[in-house]
């Protein structure tokens, strides 16, 4: 039995994002995906908003992106979000709570990467992105699946999402039952789809932008500023 799953999935309580939960439960169901990690940056605030939208069938696990010292980190099933650290730190919190860590675009030299360390966080990871669909990039997504397979480390996929639109366009094949932390530990993942998604990159800072003038905006409002 193969399932597939999107494993970095974000909603509007991530800065980056403007998808309501019923929005992104939705859009993961049109995608025919079995299930989808929850990971918005540094909270679990929508997973259980995400979870009571979903169909039945779809399973949503609860993750977060944390964002380290370094570069980003996937926490998958975990309870609590780990806090904002070292990466080794990060990881042992994660194991803590029996949850699998996960590199998050390890190599994007456009976003926050990965650059010292490396043999002791492989070491320490459960697994690392493979197939990150906002990696503008080839060589990004090219130079973590050959740090994976160095290492021998399960390799995932996916899409990053911050719109409904995004979902599913990176993913990971699970192979056999049991839990999807399970699958990452035992390897028994692959990913696919795609990258290069330069146009998601652009939507992303127009949405930040609208967010950021609209805040502004409201808070001269509230100061008085714009009364007559």
């Known amino acids: 039995m193969t399932q597939r799953y999107d494993l970095q999935v974000h909603t509007d309580a991530s800065p980056c994002s403007s998808a309501s939960p019923d929005r992104v439960a939705a859009a993961a ?17 929508n997973v259980d908003a995400v979870r009571d939208a979903a169909p039945d069938d779809l ?21 609590e979000a780990p806090p904002r650290t070292d990466p080794l730190t990060v990881v042992d919190r994660v194991h803590e709570q029996g949850g699998v860590a996960v590199l ?36 990004f997504n090219d130079r973590a699946a050959a740090f994976a397979t160095a290492r021998d480390l399960p390799a995932t996929g996916g899409s990053d999402a911050h719109f409904p639109m995004e979902v ?12 999807l932390a399970d699958a990452v530990r035992d390897g028994r993942v692959r990913p696919g789809g795609r990258g290069r ?6 939507a992303t800072k127009l949405h930040q932008f609208r967010t950021v003038s609209s ?8 100061g008085g500023m714009l009364r007559r």
Do not use: K, M, W
């Not at 169901?29 to 605030?45: F, M, N, P, R, S």
């Not at 949503?60 to 099933?77: F, K, R, W």
């Not at 043999?119 to 992105?129: F, H, Q, R, T, Y």
């Not at 998604?197 to 652009?202: E, I, R």
């Open 168 to 179: 599913g366009r990176a993913y990971t094949s699970v192979e056999g039952g049991g839990s």
């Open 59 to 79: 399973d949503v696990v609860p993750g977060v992106e944390v964002t380290t010292t370094e570069g980003h980190l996937l926490a998958i099933d975990v309870t």
């Open 104 to 139: 998050s675009h390890p190599f994007d030299a456009l976003r926050q990467y990965y650059e010292t360390d490396l043999d002791a966080l492989a070491a320490a990871v459960d697994g690392v992105e493979a197939v990150n669909s906002r990696c503008v990039r080839r060589r």
């Open 29 to 45: 169901a049109d995608a025919g995906l079995d299930g989808i990690v929850v990971t918005d940056h540094d909270t679990l605030a």
């Open 197 to 202: 998604y330069l146009s998601g990159h652009v």
């Open 215 to 222: 805040r502004a905006v409201a808070s001269l409002t509230s």
